[in-house]
């Protein structure tokens, strides 16, 4: 939840006034505003409808219905999962970190595995996207593909990773690794990629995500939430070790 709310307030720059007295109300009151319609909220910081809709669409949303269904699926996700790290024993954590290493092993379907792995032996050319604490784990993807043998690219800058995607075509392959698959420059990638018409993978650590509807193949990795105070410190080992898979399987065809 709270990496989501940090993207959301990213974009205030961007917002007018009223716009940001509207996000701040969503930062401040997520669990209040997934009970909420759009009629409410307007009462409550007295403001009018579309100018919440203009908000949420400033936001990279269609709508208030469309905000509202993914934060309520943070709402829901952290009740059942939130692992405040700084007090945990270290054993805890060892048992946190065998659980997502099982559980994502046990989700691997070797057919999807194969099939992503002739997606990367079909293509000209394949493109990783990540950014935030994602990038890493594409870079590392794409070194290991560079030594395979494939031309390859992960990228850290934004407006270049834009132009990446308007430029490949449907004979090329796009990777995209996202924690939460509700990233909104992923979100904003893949449908430039799925206009078009570029094969697409994600790699995500939740179901049910966005990402997943845009994309042709895609693979859950299993992560708990976890945080030392602010910090994020969810894993991404999980992420890593699907497209380890992924590389291997190619490299043995």
């Known amino acids: 939840m709270k990496t989501f709310l940090k993207r959301l307030s990213q974009r205030r720059d961007q917002l007018s006034q009223l716009e940001k007295q509207v996000l701040d109300y969503i930062l401040i009151n997520p669990n209040l505003v997934v009970q909420s319609n759009v009629n409410d909220l307007?009462?409550?910081?007295?403001?009018?409808?579309?100018?919440?809709?203009?908000?949420?669409?400033?936001?990279?949303?269609?709508?208030?219905?469309?905000l509202k269904y993914t934060l309520s699926k943070y709402v829901d996700y952290d009740k059942d999962?939130?692992?405040?790290?700084?007090?945990?024993?270290?054993?805890?954590?060892?048992?946190r970190v065998k659980k997502e290493m099982e559980q994502t092993l046990q989700n691997l379907n070797e057919e999807k595995i194969q099939k992503a792995a002739a997606y990367i032996k079909e293509?000209?050319?394949?493109?990783?996207?990540?950014?935030?604490?994602?990038?890493?784990?594409?870079?590392?993807?794409?070194?290991?593909?560079?030594?395979?043998?494939?031309?390859?690219?992960a990228r850290e800058d934004w407006d270049e990773l834009r132009c990446v995607a308007n430029s490949l075509s449907e004979n090329d392959l796009a990777i995209l690794v996202s924690y939460s698959g509700e990233t909104l420059?992923?979100?904003?990638f893949a449908n430039i990629l799925k206009e078009k018409n570029v094969k697409t993978i994600a790699v995500v650590g939740r179901r049910n995500s966005r990402l997943e509807q845009e994309v042709d193949l895609?693979?859950?990795?299993?992560?708990?939430?976890?945080?030392?105070?602010?910090?994020?410190?969810s894993s991404r080992f999980?992420?890593?070790i699907i497209l380890d898979f992924i590389?291997?399987?190619?490299m043995n065809h």
């Open 247 to 250: 590389i291997l399987t190619y």
């Open 185 to 188: 420059h992923i979100l904003e």
């Open 123 to 153: 293509s000209n050319y394949v493109e990783f996207f990540g950014v935030g604490a994602s990038l890493p784990t594409c870079v590392e993807a794409a070194r290991k593909l560079t030594f395979s043998g494939r031309i390859c690219s």
């Open 81 to 95: 999962d939130e692992n405040i790290i700084s007090s945990n024993t270290i054993l805890t954590q060892i048992d």
């Open 238 to 240: 999980p992420l890593s």
């Open 42 to 66: 307007a009462k409550e910081l007295f403001v009018s409808t579309a100018t919440i809709s203009r908000t949420c669409k400033q936001l990279g949303y269609e709508g208030f219905q469309d």
């Open 218 to 233: 895609t693979f859950h990795a299993h992560i708990t939430n976890g945080y030392y105070g602010e910090l994020d410190m």
